[in-house]
């Protein structure tokens, strides 16, 4: 059955799908942790983690700061579709819809000149159509104190208190004689955001892609599909998804959701350190699954400053999403779906939370990157460490030559797969952190597990998601465009820092200086027509911009798109070779859909690229130590995550890139901006669940008055030619069954039925670069679509 074929009689009624058999056992499943006595650490960070879960293990609705209005709709949802055939109340949500990016003075004035034409019309002012979309969508958002300064924010067990503990600066200031927090940042509720998803039958049937997923995947799974043919082509085709199926038998009604944090500089030139979360929905297919209509805002953290305790800005979402999955006695939550015309109840569960390498320290509790333990996939990998200092290098081969404690381990064996740690070996490590008497134990039992505090996500309901730390996963995006390109760039120019007495002229792998640098920068740059737009943004001259502000967009195209064949004039062809391995390792591993073949023959060649570069470039020496970076380990995890977790390019950073910029490219009010992201997050969570409930209210793209329809979503755009072309043979025996004419004129565009657009030849002939090329499946050849004969 196809994914966006009508639902039958017999899926409506379907609940639960069939048991899964497991593709392999590479992975230990997981089997429940026994019931562990709580101890409450000595050491006063891991101790405020400590209550933080507690109150969300222990959360319910009524604790969750939410109105009495909102409760009583999470559990007794709106029955039926939202009457809006009202004109007037038409015309208010049309007209609000249209102005979602402008201020509200567009809408004032646009609202003052409807009146003065039609005197009779009761068309809404501003403060009552979003009082009106607030209704219909149930979105609503919770308003909490914070520091000044950003350090922490007023919640759970510091609910009461009067002043910061970092940095000791009051909750309040007096105006007027009135106490007023001096700082606030807002958190938008996933319940309600959920309740709107399935109120109309287009959003409900959109829902139902992970139920047919799954469903397809076990079907496939009967039919004996070996482990090398097996294809992973979203986060349901990996193991930990349909380990968690199995388990807990998800239903048709069930919700699965996954949770994304970064930081954001709103300005380049002004300091505005903001971090931002979202929601996002995984029963979505990968085709709108992170489409910015589909992406729930769930909280914003003003700046200027970096918070110093991110577990008090997540505790309010992780609150009450653990309130939710705990609501109807542990049950689930009621929502009113359109499609089966009838209450239904949902179980939320929760798959990933993601970040850059920065934010997952706090987000999954493990030490830094330049820890002993420092892998950000919780292997047991050990760095080496550098004497004198304090950090652990993400060196493979133990160096030479000395024989401090913490460099005498042996080499890692690189023909082992690593793996994630147990859940019952990540609860014994994360036991022995909490026992820690001291503050001395503490570091040196942080030091022996990688672990320096409990993750929030611990406190959800385990019956209701992927247990930590399996619900961490690697980030493609920072990892094979920022980190490599940062890391190979400089280390062929040779700006990596040297040590020792060495001259780095006698580096021989340091090629891109002087003009040589200057020629291959412009060869980039002058190979920006080739390519599509489509392909977002080709690479800048890196000689002039990879220093300011060079995207990850860029860093891919000029590394694994031009990279092979430009840097085969310039390398050695021994460390050209070796970085061809990465280059064809990182193509099979950013794919939406690849097999178990693949990803074995792409892990092969990651390994050897990664075991290489410390005989080549490191070589064992303690004064080159820095040369290795945890990016080189991370690489090793990507092939196994995509067996563990599907594709890496579905649980990336990418989509909280693009929702930092948006919802930061529309702010208005630079005097304000942080008052200003708020209300955007707040009004495009709203905005988005009310297209939900009446799809109707969505905008349609016109069509171009001069186009041509061609019928099952193809228009041909203009520019075109004056005159007719004749067309013979058989091209134009297939052009007049298709279109009923031998006679033809050329057009310069064609609208896809995904609403992209391609271009001709025709139209691209005098133009700078190309806008797009398409692949046309055609029976017969070019030369007989363009012979006369």
């Known amino acids: 059955m196809s994914l966006d074929a009508e639902p039958t009689d017999s899926d409506l009624e379907s609940e639960q799908n069939p048991v899964m058999q497991p593709i392999e056992q590479e992975y230990l499943p997981f089997h429940g942790l026994d019931e562990v006595p709580y101890i409450e650490s000595r050491i006063e960070h891991v101790l405020l983690s400590q209550k933080y879960i507690q109150e969300i293990s222990a959360a319910t609705l009524e604790n969750g700061k939410l109105d009495e209005e909102v409760i009583n709709r999470l559990r007794n949802p709106t029955e039926g579709p939202v009457d809006i055939s009202d004109p007037d109340t038409r015309l208010s949500l049309d007209l609000f819809m249209a102005c979602s990016n402008a201020s509200e003075a567009t809408y004032n004035a646009a609202h003052k000149a409807i009146l003065q034409r039609f005197p009779d019309c009761d068309v809404l002012s501003h403060h009552q159509v979003k009082k009106l979309v607030a209704e219909i969508s149930g979105v609503v958002s919770v308003i909490d104190d914070m520091c000044i300064n950003s350090c922490e924010a007023f919640v759970g067990p510091k609910a009461d208190f009067e002043a910061c503990s970092t940095c000791h600066q009051p909750r309040y200031k007096l105006r007027k004689s009135i106490p007023v927090p001096q700082q606030q940042m807002i958190t938008i509720p996933l319940g309600p955001q959920i309740q709107a998803l399935r109120r109309s039958s287009q959003g409900a049937l959109a829902m139902r892609y992970r139920d047919k997923k799954i469903k397809g995947i076990l079907g496939d799974q009967e039919h004996a599909i070996s482990a090398q043919e097996y294809i992973y082509?979203?986060?349901?085709?990996?193991?930990?998804?349909?380990?968690?199926?199995?388990?807990?038998?998800?239903?048709?009604?069930?919700?699965?959701?996954?949770?994304?944090?970064?930081?954001?500089?709103?300005?380049?030139?002004?300091?505005?350190?903001?971090?931002?979360?979202?929601?996002?929905?995984?029963?979505?297919?990968?085709?709108?699954?992170?489409?910015?209509?589909?992406?729930?805002?769930?909280?914003?953290?003003?700046?200027?400053?970096?918070?110093?305790?991110?577990?008090?800005?997540?505790?309010?979402?992780?609150?009450?999403?653990?309130?939710?999955?705990?609501e109807d006695n542990g049950a689930r939550i009621r929502i009113w779906n359109a499609l089966l015309n009838a209450v239904t109840s949902s179980r939320i569960f929760f798959f990933l939370g993601t970040a850059d390498a920065v934010g997952l320290t706090e987000l999954d509790g493990r030490v830094g990157h330049h820890g002993a333990q420092g892998c950000r996939m919780s292997c047991d990998m050990k760095g080496q460490h550098k004497p004198y200092t304090g950090h652990y290098f993400a060196a493979h081969l133990r160096p030479v030559g000395d024989n401090a404690d913490d460099c005498n381990h042996a080499d890692y064996n690189f023909h082992s797969s690593p793996q994630h740690p147990s859940v019952e070996t990540y609860q014994a490590n994360i036991s022995k952190v909490i026992a820690s008497q001291h503050q001395t134990g503490y570091e040196r039992n942080r030091k022996i597990t990688g672990l320096s505090k409990p993750s929030i996500i611990s406190g959800l309901d385990s019956t209701k998601c992927i247990s930590v730390p399996y619900c961490f996963t690697v980030d493609l995006m920072h990892l094979l465009t920022l980190n490599l390109g940062e890391l190979l760039i400089p280390l062929w120019r040779g700006e990596l820092k040297c040590e020792t007495t060495d001259n780095k002229a006698d580096w021989d792998w340091v090629v891109l200086t002087g003009d040589k640098w200057q020629n291959h920068g412009k060869l980039v740059a002058a190979a920006t027509k080739y390519f599509p737009s489509s392909f977002h943004r080709p690479p800048r001259n890196p000689a002039e911009k990879i220093s300011s502000g060079y995207k990850s967009t860029e860093y891919y195209l000029y590394l694994f798109g031009l990279g092979p064949a430009f840097f085969c004039v310039l390398l050695p062809e021994k460390y050209w070779i070796h970085f061809c391995k990465l280059v064809h390792g990182i193509h099979i591993i950013i794919q939406r859909s690849v097999t178990?073949?693949?990803?074995?023959?792409?892990?092969?060649?990651?390994?050897?690229?990664?075991?290489?570069?410390?005989?080549?470039?490191?070589q064992r020496r303690m004064d080159q130590l820095h040369f290795c970076r945890p990016c080189l380990h991370t690489l090793l995890h990507t092939s196994p995550e995509c067996t563990r977790m599907g594709p890496g390019c579905y649980s990336s950073q990418y989509t909280m890139e693009h929702a930092i910029g948006d919802l930061g490219g529309e702010i208005r009010q630079p005097s304000n901006m942080y008052g200003n992201l708020w209300q955007i997050a707040l009004r495009r969570s709203q905005r988005n669940a009310l297209i939900k409930v009446c799809p109707e209210l969505e905008p349609s793209f016109p069509i171009p008055i001069t186009c041509h329809d061609c019928g099952?979503?193809?228009?041909?755009?203009?520019?075109?030619?004056?005159?007719?072309?004749?067309?013979?043979?058989?091209?134009?025996?297939?052009?007049?069954?298709?279109?009923?004419?031998?006679?033809?004129?050329?057009?310069?565009?064609?609208?896809?039925?995904?609403?992209?657009?391609?271009?001709?030849?025709?139209?691209?002939?005098?133009?700078?670069?190309?806008?797009?090329?398409?692949?046309?499946?055609?029976?017969?050849?070019?030369?007989?679509?363009?012979?006369?004969?």
Not at 273 to 291: G, L, Q
Not at 603 to 610: D, K
Not at 754 to 769: C, L, M, P, T
């Open 596 to 618: 178990g073949a693949q990803l074995r023959e792409a892990h092969s060649f990651l390994t050897q690229f990664v075991e290489e570069y410390e005989f080549l470039y490191y």
């Open 233 to 326: 082509d979203d986060i349901f085709s990996g193991k930990e998804v349909l380990n968690m199926n199995d388990r807990f038998k998800f239903t048709l009604q069930d919700t699965t959701v996954s949770f994304s944090l970064d930081g954001a500089q709103l300005y380049q030139n002004r300091k505005s350190d903001t971090w931002i979360a979202i929601w996002i929905i995984n029963n979505y297919s990968p085709t709108t699954r992170y489409k910015k209509k589909h992406v729930l805002p769930a909280l914003v953290v003003p700046g200027p400053n970096k918070p110093k305790n991110l577990d008090s800005f997540m505790f309010r979402s992780f609150h009450h999403l653990s309130a939710i999955q705990r």
């Open 712 to 789: 099952e979503g193809l228009r041909l755009l203009r520019p075109r030619a004056h005159n007719f072309i004749l067309l013979e043979g058989a091209c134009g025996d297939v052009v007049n069954e298709k279109v009923g004419r031998y006679k033809v004129r050329k057009w310069g565009r064609l609208q896809l039925p995904n609403g992209q657009v391609a271009q001709s030849r025709f139209s691209e002939v005098d133009h700078n670069r190309v806008s797009r090329n398409v692949k046309v499946n055609h029976p017969y050849s070019i030369d007989d679509c363009f012979s006369n004969k």
